[in-house]
């Protein structure tokens, strides 16, 4: 960490070390990216188990795990939020804060940048920001919207474009859409410049969990009992299943026939079913899939007791089991498929970003392991849009660590600083403030604000609402005359020493004397930083909260119509930006 | 009611005795079946009822696949030897000690939005004019948790024309027109890319809501059905209890559970 911190001495304020979780409901993934150097994350159940003799796992411990009969969980994560943070704690403290966790990490030195789903409750965000600062204290946070994350890599290079011009390196991607299919449900993110567009972001609630659960409970009505064995299942579903490209031939394939009737393809599998060979944790420890066979199941084997292993034959369940994500109607969950959602996505947007999203989608998540996935998707998405449009789905080399990598790429963008919010200012401004900072982003617009000062006499203001595209503006807040090349400040009404010494800002706000100034033409006067509203009247401040221009406080001192103007110049800043 | 076909008449004119017409049921009554033998199978249960409890088996098992498999069963959290317990701020206590699901928080915003809604239609219609200007502020980002009410705002707020483009130009420099692009077999259609305002007003949409973000079920394709037993196509029906069944093999094996679910 020390070493980290000195690679950068050119940013004293930021912390050097990150720590980058991706809290998914099923594992949760976790690294430091220190001084620009991005650790290989880990990937760590986010679960506290307990088996069957009643010994309990706290998340990695699971590897010590021997005996998954009939193990039961407890997930602090809810469909995707954390919502008990209880048991979240107990595991973030068992990996990343007690003295002897394998990632420990000291949070005042350290700045945390979460992932979460997409529109989630605000009470459930707070709680978040609530226990990151309160309890943890970590010195600069920024909560953002998982799926945004995966921006922040080289999208071409998955779908092996050549590049036609040297891109910056680490630029957020213009537009990709994103397919996060995960545990507990599977969302659609359409993403421009790596921001996304709230409007059309879906979701099916379908993932990992409802896969299992579905699978259980067919393996429960046709072979035997395994509604306490979900891990089993999981695992069994993890290696077997797959995303048929033709239902209906498979579905053939599968069929015993009717009465009396045996057909070839049943007998002899048909290329299609498969043996599942169950774990009785002594000999083996992890199921094994063969091709199936059918003297292993012969009723003069069983009889002798030769077999010794627990087989499962699994025909059709291989691929009905995935199919729900793309007719979730199959299971009796009354939402629209993937595909379906995407077209509905692509909808809410004006028809000429389609061909750019349609180009790159990217999905991720551990269901976009499942074979088959990708190209039953495109399929389906092709069969929807417009002929003209290039359909082209990608999946990373890591579905599952490519959010994580995402973040820790963000990380190491100068974009992170306009995003995060650190501890002082969570305790300045409270928890209402930081939930509307996140929830901004990377906002797009500024806000433009004509002032009248004295009679004849406009200023147009720029407040820096958000933070704009550019680093060339960015968080500025710039006074022009309504005439654009006379750039007046207006009088002081308190001298003082209205910048930190040492930061290079323009002479007139330096020289706090000054209580009137007249920038010369063309010259331009830059008033850093942020807009603060205390008593309805805004402030132009700084880094510290001090105050830099008396602008707005003067003209609603002012008489006539111009308060009011300025009362709303600032409640649009007010919502934004003030607890 | 099975009445056999005859409906009482309901006449203007009040008599002592009340009037009785043979009259055609054109209504589908689906409960009284054309086939005597099948009736003979049926003890009482018509379609109506089996589609009902089938909705209500679909709407269990989706709950059912839903459920997280550990949920029931609350796993204590290991007593800590080493980790000497802080102290929380009052915050953080009422965090940790909560025990509500995501259910609970759902339905607490739920609550909270239709309050706020009720609210704001409330204080709406006592100012008009604010309400106009809610509606007229481009860049709203108001999220439905913020209970705040908008203070007036006058249409003087614009982008700035002079910030740099949302998107990069191009990287690729355009080949030069050609004589055959405006050729009406050759001609593409693109659709036009946004303008730069139009995209940063779709950036600054609010989010939807949690509710909000699932698509609309619609029902323009019939449902696929599968076999309860084996998983191929469902298409059969058991006249007992109305379980999909693919063929005589499998209404077998599903009649032995159904007799001893329902009876004979």
Redesign the interface.
Same mark, same amino acid.
């Given at each position: 960490m020390a070493g980290g911190r000195k690679a950068k001495p050119a940013k004293p304020k930021a912390p050097t070390t990150t720590l980058v979780i991706d809290n998914g409901a099923d594992t949760l993934k976790a690294g430091f990216v220190r001084g620009g150097k991005i650790d290989e994350p880990r990937i760590i159940p986010n679960c506290i188990a307990r088996d069957r003799s009643r010994k309990v796992y706290v998340a990695s411990d699971l590897d010590k795990c021997r005996d998954f009969g009939e193990i039961q969980f407890r997930r602090p994560v809810e469909k995707g939020f954390i919502v008990n943070w209880e048991a979240q704690k107990e595991i973030w403290d068992h990996e990343f804060f007690d003295d002897n966790a394998p990632m420990k990490c000291d949070p005042a030195e350290t700045r945390l940048i979460l992932g979460e789903p997409p529109n989630g409750l605000p009470m459930l965000e707070t709680n978040c920001d609530q226990i990151v600062f309160e309890e943890y204290g970590f010195s600069s946070y920024y909560r953002g919207i998982g799926p945004t994350f995966n921006a922040y890599h080289d999208i071409q290079s998955m779908f092996q474009t050549p590049k036609d011009a040297p891109t910056v390196s680490n630029a957020p991607s213009e537009a990709v859409m994103v397919i996060d299919s995960g545990y507990s449900h599977t969302t659609i993110t359409p993403l421009l410049q790596g921001r996304p567009l709230q409007s059309a972001i879906r979701r099916l609630d379908v993932g990992g969990k409802v896969l299992t659960n579905y699978l259980t409970r067919l393996i429960s009505l046709r072979h035997f009992d395994m509604r306490n064995d979900t891990y089993i299942v999981n695992e069994m579903k993890e290696l077997s299943c797959y995303v048929t490209s033709d239902f209906k031939s498979d579905m053939e394939k599968s069929w015993k026939g009717t009465r009396g009737e045996r057909r070839p393809d049943f007998v002899s599998g048909g290329g299609l079913a498969k043996d599942y060979i169950l774990p009785d944790f002594h000999a083996r420890s992890k199921g094994i899939l063969c091709d199936y066979e059918p003297a292993r199941h012969s009723k003069a084997r069983k009889a002798a007791g030769q077999s010794e292993e627990d087989a499962l034959t699994l025909r059709n369940e291989r691929f009905a089991v995935p199919e729900l994500i793309f007719s979730p109607a199959d299971g009796g969950i009354r939402q629209p498929g993937l595909a379906n959602l995407i077209q509905d996505s692509l909808n809410e947007l004006p028809a000429g970003l389609w061909p750019s999203l349609l180009a790159n989608i990217v999905v991720v998540g551990g269901n976009a392991l499942f074979d088959g996935f990708i190209q039953r998707l495109q399929k389906e998405v092709v069969q929807r849009v417009p002929d003209d449009c290039i359909v082209r789905v990608a999946r990373p080399a890591d579905p599952i660590t490519n959010t994580w990598y995402g973040a820790a790429n963000l990380a190491n963008h100068s974009q992170i600083n306009k995003l995060a919010v650190t501890k002082k200012e969570y305790e300045e401004h409270g928890a209402a403030w930081v939930a509307r900072k996140f929830a901004t982003g990377l906002g797009t617009t500024f806000l433009v604000r004509f002032v009248k000062v004295e009679d004849g006499i406009y200023h147009r203001l720029h407040l820096a609402l958000d933070h704009p595209p550019d680093d060339l503006l960015q968080s500025r807040a710039v006074v022009v005359d309504v005439e654009g090349d006379k750039l007046a400040l207006p009088a002081a009404q308190k001298p003082r020493q209205q910048q930190a010494p040492g930061e290079a800002g323009p002479a007139a706000a330096r020289d706090g004397a000054a209580h009137e100034h007249v920038l010369a033409p063309g010259e331009e006067e830059v008033v850093r930083r942020r807009v603060q509203v205390r008593r309805r009247v805004a402030h132009v401040v700084d880094d510290q909260a001090e105050d830099l221009a008396f602008l707005l406080q003067r003209v609603d001192d002012a008489a006539g119509l111009v308060v009011d103007d300025v009362i709303c110049a600032c409640f649009f800043a007010e919502r934004r930006f003030c607890g | 009611m099975n009445n056999f076909g005859v409906i009482e008449l309901a006449s203007a004119k009040t008599t002592a005795a009340p009037g009785w017409a043979y009259v055609p049921d054109t209504s589908v009554n689906r409960s009284a079946p054309a086939n005597r033998k099948r009736a003979r199978n049926v003890p009482g249960l018509s379609i109506g009822d089996q589609t009902v409890r089938q909705e209500t088996k679909?709407?269990k098992?989706?709950e059912?696949?839903?459920? !997280? &498999? &550990?949920?029931d $069963?609350?796993?204590?959290?290991?007593v800590k030897s &080493?980790?000497a317990q802080g102290k929380?701020?009052p915050?953080?206590r009422k965090?940790?000690?909560?025990?509500?699901? +995501?259910g609970n928080?759902?339905d607490? +915003?739920l609550a909270l939005q239709a309050l706020t809604e009720s609210n704001t239609a409330a204080s709406s219609r006592s100012n008009a004019a604010g309400a106009n200007n809610k509606k007229a502020?481009p $860049?709203k980002?108001?999220?439905?948790?913020?209970s705040?009410q908008?203070? #007036?705002?006058?249409d003087?707020?614009?982008? !700035?024309a002079d910030? #740099?483009p949302?998107?990069?130009p191009p *990287?690729?420099i355009l080949p030069p027109d050609d004589q055959a692009d405006s050729d009406p077999l050759l001609v593409?259609?693109?659709?036009?890319? #946004?303008s730069d305002e139009?995209?940063?007003k779709?950036?600054?949409?609010?989010?939807?809501? *949690?509710g909000?973000?699932? &698509?609309?079920?619609?029902e323009k394709y019939p449902?696929?059905v +599968?076999c309860?037993?084996?998983? *191929?196509?469902g298409r059969v029906r058991c006249m007992k209890c109305g379980t999909r069944v693919?063929?005589?093999?499998c209404l077998?094996a599903h009649r032995e559970e159904c007799v001893t679910r329902y009876g004979l």
């Open positions: - | 679909r709407r098992e989706a059912a696949l839903d459920r !997280d &498999g &550990g949920r $069963n609350t796993i204590p959290l290991p &080493g980790r929380h701020t915050n953080v965090i940790l000690q909560s025990q509500k699901t +995501f928080y759902l607490d +915003f502020a $860049n980002r108001d999220t439905p948790s913020s705040r908008p203070a #007036p705002e006058e003087t707020q614009m982008l !700035d910030l #740099p949302l998107l990069p *990287y690729k593409s259609r693109v659709p036009e890319m #946004p139009e995209l940063r779709l950036l600054a949409r609010p989010p939807l809501n *949690y909000e973000a699932t &698509g609309d079920w619609n449902v696929r +599968f309860e037993v084996c998983g *191929y196509w693919c063929a005589l093999d077998e």
